[in-house]
């Protein structure tokens, strides 16, 4: 025994070297691919502006199609305007007979002011006429406010675009009666595409704000590059929901092999090219730093 190890003992070294360099790589592969901050989990997203018409009416016209692009300011439909024009017209004349009577009530205010030397007129008359000239004063500013008010809401029959960008899903048409505060037309904000990329839990130790990604879009040829904006720092636990007494509901059952958690990863895009379309919800696969992409 001892002459075959002394014969063989080179060779036995050297496959137990060989070996050992082999598990140690394979633990580095493993290590590398599995934990190194790439994922085919990615999302395009976009800010949706939601625009409610801050007055009611029948909506008289639509002036944008689904789809279009819009710029900020742009029309995007109009409520039938001739209530609020008759409000604006009834508002002005309520403030002209407000000043026609604070010009009155300042003229004998004024005059008993006068009178008040000759001694002809008491105290409490004069008193009397400076406080209603004085209410009559507060009756005017508030029929200018109430006018101001008419015709902000005349303007606010035109709605308009508030940001650039892509209307989408318009179910809008002529006839249609638009509700205040209730959501009718939705604009995609052209300025707030980003990715959200969903990475296990695993690969946050590589990942840090401002690293560069490489993001492939499915079905785009071009590879665009972003940097890491933002890292989310929660998600839902099913654990924490309460039953009717106000108890945390917690699932008995704990699966042997724990899956990683995926966590967010908000990623903006440093430059898009001309060719390229983005739409919300688009699939994305992303490789953060200088990881080789897997996927290839």
């Not at 001892?2 to 070294?13: E, L, Q, Y």
């Not at 190194?36 to 801050?54: K, L, M």
């Not at 008759?86 to 004998?108: G, I, P």
Request: hydrophobic share 40%.
């Amino acid at each position: 025994m001892t002459t075959w190890i002394t014969r063989n003992g080179g060779r036995v070294a050297l496959t137990a070297a060989m070996l050992a360099c082999a598990g140690v790589l394979g633990q580095s592969f493993w290590d590398y691919y599995m934990n190194a901050p790439w994922t085919r989990d990615g999302r395009v997203s976009a800010d949706s502006v939601r625009i409610a018409p801050q007055v009611s009416g029948t909506i008289e016209s639509v002036d944008v199609a689904d789809n279009d692009f819009v710029h900020k300011g742009d029309l995007l439909y109009r409520i039938s305007p001739e209530s609020f024009e008759l409000a604006v017209e009834r508002a002005r004349t309520t403030l002209d007979s407000e000043r026609e009577s604070m010009e009155f009530k300042a003229s004998v205010a004024d005059r008993a002011s006068r009178l008040k030397d000759a001694g002809t007129i008491s105290a409490e008359s004069i008193e009397e006429a400076l406080h209603d000239a004085a209410a009559a004063r507060a009756d005017v500013r508030g029929a200018e406010v109430a006018l101001e008010m008419a015709q902000l809401d005349l303007e606010r029959t035109e709605v308009r675009a508030p940001v650039d960008g892509y209307v989408t899903n318009l179910r809008l048409r002529p006839g249609d009666y638009a509700v205040a505060g209730s959501p009718s037309i939705t604009v995609i904000d052209e300025d707030s595409f980003g990715v959200t990329g969903y990475f296990r839990e695993t690969q946050f130790e590589r990942i840090h704000v401002g690293d560069t990604v490489r993001i492939k879009l499915m079905g785009t040829p071009d590879t665009i590059t972003g940097h890491v904006e933002s890292l989310g720092h929660g998600i839902a636990d099913d654990n924490g929901a309460t039953d009717a007494y106000g108890l945390p509901a917690v699932d008995p059952v704990l699966d042997w092999v724990r899956l990683a958690q995926r966590i967010p990863v908000r990623i903006e895009m440093d430059r898009i090219p001309d060719r390229a379309f983005l739409a919300a919800g688009m699939t994305a696969s992303l490789t953060i730093g200088d990881t080789p992409d897997p996927a290839r």
